[in-house]
């Protein structure tokens, strides 16, 4: 049906002012809702307080539940209307009236002028008490709603999974309810979705027992013996470390300073009779102590150490191009000619004497025949192949030069002492020269200029026999002076402005070393022209478990 309504309102000067409204619908609605027909304002007007409707050929007016209106001065809940009736409803006046043509209703309002602005937020629901559903009602169906979507169905599904039956479509995934994804070697060896495997009980956090199922070789922080000397506690858990499912796949432990300096930073109190160095940080100022190398002879203090490698052997001498040059085509030897660096980039391949040493330093020992070397590394076989040398050299080895050649071609040897020229003029039997001229050779190779002058060799002066009198001490070639940490060359290759040997030589001495025994290892203080804690202008951020590992007994790599 057509319907006019016709608002009324008092202007500033006092006169009434009306505004028409044409609304075509089967029935006009009237009530503090936004989407009313005639929308009246004020808290006694419900959302939909009552509605106008023709009934056969009548109007009839009817209230919601609970709600009443004023019809000609009478209280009702309903009511036939008729032209000129009028209706109250807090405070707002509604009277029919003859509708113009082409219309079927006609309603005239005048609202309340007592009603205040704010009370248009009663046209919208905002509170319980305007919808079918009571508060405590909606608190109880929502409790029962939660508990069956966040504890029932997810602790069924987990039943299921771990029962290894099949799990019905309906029910929802776990990932539905996870944290976040795992790392990838998580992912890899659980599968993605075995979670059992790790949150053994319900309603119990992962315990350490989970992760030492996979991660048995693992050693805390603290082993039994030192935490019983120390005030630290019980051990932590790894999950408080090593946090999974925070959204970072690419690592699993927790970085930061303050889990380690927690400790370490009061040292004196915590750790007891174990004398662990107190660490404030990573500044100037004496916040990190001097750093400490392990050697063959045990842990000492950079400052002090010396290596005891058991080799004679100068840095300055071979990087000084006037001196040695390269073998193959006369460059100035380089760090990377005799250092290469492993696969982690963290330590170096071990020097040996075929492939670093061999290119300029032969094993010849007589000039006569330059194609006869001496094994290395084997020093009694080194003195027989001498003595049978010798021996097949007296006794007339066509193969061999002479033993008593011309005197004119008898000359001493720039590694010979002047004394051993005049032994290959014997005169007595073969066999005696030839010992006498083996015996001469092995103790200058083993005390004058040859294996002596690279490695440390011990006289056994009382010995009487020839093989019992020297012994080569052993090389002892250091491979990790720091224990428990960690540093990658490759990614110190470059430094700022300094490439290749110059940024080798930035840290460690070589140039300057004229002894095996120096320690070629930068203390902290280097490191802190580079690197700090804090960031800074200039410098590379470093933490704590940039530089140390965190569980003894890791691999050489600096990785569990």
């Known amino acids: 049906m057509m319907v006019l309504i016709r608002y009324l309102r008092r202007g500033p000067d006092g006169i009434s002012e009306a505004q028409d409204f044409e609304v075509e619908t089967r029935a006009v609605t009237i009530g503090s809702a936004a989407d009313r027909t005639i929308q009246l304002l004020g808290r006694s007007v419900g959302a939909q307080h009552a509605t ?58 005048q609202l309340n002028a007592a009603a205040d602005a704010s009370e248009f937020e009663m046209a919208f629901r905002t509170d319980l008490d305007q919808t079918w559903l009571s508060k405590r009602g909606g608190a109880w169906m929502l409790a029962v709603l939660a508990a069956a979507l966040a504890l029932l169905l997810p602790l069924r599904t987990a039943i299921l999974h771990r029962e290894g039956a099949h799990v019905p479509a309906g029910l929802p995934d776990e990932a539905l309810w996870s944290a976040g994804p795992l790392i990838p070697p998580h992912e890899l060896a659980l599968g993605g979705s075995n979670c059992g495997a790790c949150h053994q009980e319900f309603f119990v956090r992962v315990q350490d027992g989970a992760c030492r199922q996979c991660h ?101 001498q071979h990087l000084d191009a006037s001196r040695v040059s390269r073998a193959g085509d006369g460059g100035a030897l380089g760090c990377s000619d005799c250092h290469r660096l492993e696969r982690t980039g963290e330590h170096f391949e071990p020097i040996t004497m075929a492939r670093d040493c061999a290119s300029c330093h032969q094993l010849t020992f007589d000039p006569a025949n330059p194609s006869r070397e001496l094994p290395h590394g084997k020093p009694l076989e080194a003195m027989y192949v001498i003595e049978d040398y010798f021996a097949r050299r007296y006794s007339g080895d066509p193969k061999l030069p002479p033993a008593h050649p011309a005197a004119a071609a008898l000359r001493r040897l720039p590694d010979r002492d002047a004394a051993a020229a005049p032994l290959d003029s014997c005169s007595g039997a073969a066999y005696l020269c030839a010992n006498r001229r083996a015996a001469a050779e092995i103790e200058n190779q083993f005390a004058g200029r040859g294996c002596v002058s690279c490695h440390t060799v011990t006289e056994h002066a009382a010995a009487k026999d020839i093989h019992d009198r020297f012994e080569v001490l052993p090389v002892r070639l250091n491979y990790e002076y720091f224990s428990g940490a960690r540093f990658n060359h490759r990614q110190h290759a470059i430094q700022k402005n300094l490439l290749g040997d110059e940024a080798c030589v930035s840290c460690h001495s070589a140039r300057s070393s004229t002894h095996s025994t120096d320690v070629m290892i930068p203390d902290v203080d280097r490191c802190l022209q580079c690197h700090t804690q804090r960031h800074e202008k200039d410098k590379v951020t470093t933490q704590c478990v940039s530089c140390h590992t965190y569980h003894p007994g890791a691999s050489p790599g600096g990785l569990p």
């Open 52 to 109: 106008i409707a023709a009934v056969g050929s009548k109007l009839k007016l009817s209230c919601a539940r609970g709600r009443r209106f004023q019809l000609n001065g009478k209280e009702v809940r309903s009511a036939a209307l008729n032209v000129g009736d009028e209706i109250l409803i807090a405070g707002h006046r509604l009277r029919l009236i003859n509708p113009p043509a082409g219309f079927d209703l006609g309603v005239e309002v």
């Open 216 to 316: 048995q070789p693992i050693q805390d922080h603290v082993v039994k013996q030192d935490l019983a000397l120390a005030h630290l506690g019980a051990p932590q858990r790894c999950a408080q470390c090593h946090a999974e499912h925070d959204g970072d796949a690419a690592l699993s432990a927790i970085r930061l300073d303050g889990l380690c300096l927690a400790c370490h930073a009061q040292s004196k109190s915590l750790f007891g009779s174990l004398k662990v160095q107190t660490v404030s940080g990573f500044a100037s100022g004496g916040a990190h102590p001097a750093f400490s190398v392990t050697l063959q002879t045990g842990r000492e203090p950079l400052a002090a150490a010396q290596e005891h490698s058991n080799l004679k052997f100068s840095h300055a």
